[in-house]
């Protein structure tokens, strides 16, 4: 970096000098054409050429082979890296192929395919970035992720069934609202235009990206709890059903509390303190765990895989509440 002051020309214009090295590098001469860019959060670019302005806008994929699932996994890696429309290619697509592209493009937000033949599928997402909120796709996300650890944990003797089938209908929104996070957090990484159009500065946009994930994880988590519960044989012995359920109830207190912190922006001493009451859940969980083991009933050992993906929620807890310490300090510097 290199600091340079201001110069006022005529007409109250004002001047700054580049450096020559930069304008060498580049092929600049006096009289040169160059892009300006100012940008909401005070940053102004200088670019050589327009060639970088969209650099994320579009992009093609030759597919070779096309195998069962390459269709799909193309359109996600394209999307998640923030591609605005991809178009995949391939020396002819199936016609189950060209249903799994139409199928997956309705899964991401505001996506849909605008155009196939047996050679060509094109995807484009719709989605304006200006009317999209990324502080409410997250906000979004905790309210599924806590509906899915509430779902698989409120009733552990409970139909197992049935809390699979609560979970299931919340994974594909937690896909669709993680997928929407993900895809913007990438455009913003290339364009500054993106930053402004969502509204929301780099760094917070970092940390709402980071929470996203943090909230993904939980939904797993209450997957395995609920998979692991369907392995018990008989009820959870009456012993230890106290200890899980409150283990349960307060790992899902500090995500939601650390999930309030990042979203709010909490100070720095409420952050830390979800951070400590993470901690203290850890704790309560592994007393848990040794309990379960010394009582050593072998039919209760999935129970071991719930404390474990139990004691993961309260982790995530605690990473989101590490990401809400950060925003604070950002906020004092």
Known sequence: METRKLQKV??????????????????LEAGAPVHVYPHDDGTLVVRSTRRDEEPIESATLALDPVGPTTVERALNAAYAAGFREVTLTAETFTTEQRRAASAFASTLAGAEVVSETETEITVRNFLDSAAV??????????????????????????????????????EGDVRRFLGMVTHHFARALASLAEVDELGVERPALFAYYRTARELAAVVRHAETVADRLDELVGDVPPALAPSIEASAESAGDVVERGVSAVLNEAAFADAAAIRDDADAVVERIDETRRALYEAGDPSCYPLASVLDALERTAKRGGSIADVAAGVAIREDA
């Open 133 to 170: 909120s990324i502080r409410q796709a997250v906000d979004q996300l905790r309210f599924l992720a806590l509906g899915a650890h509430r779902a698989a944990t409120a009733d552990a003797n409970g139909d197992d069934a049935a809390r699979r089938e609560r979970i299931r209908q919340r």
């Open 10 to 27: 005529g007409g109250g214009t004002y001047t700054v000098s580049i450096p020559k090295a930069w304008a060498t590098a580049h092929h």
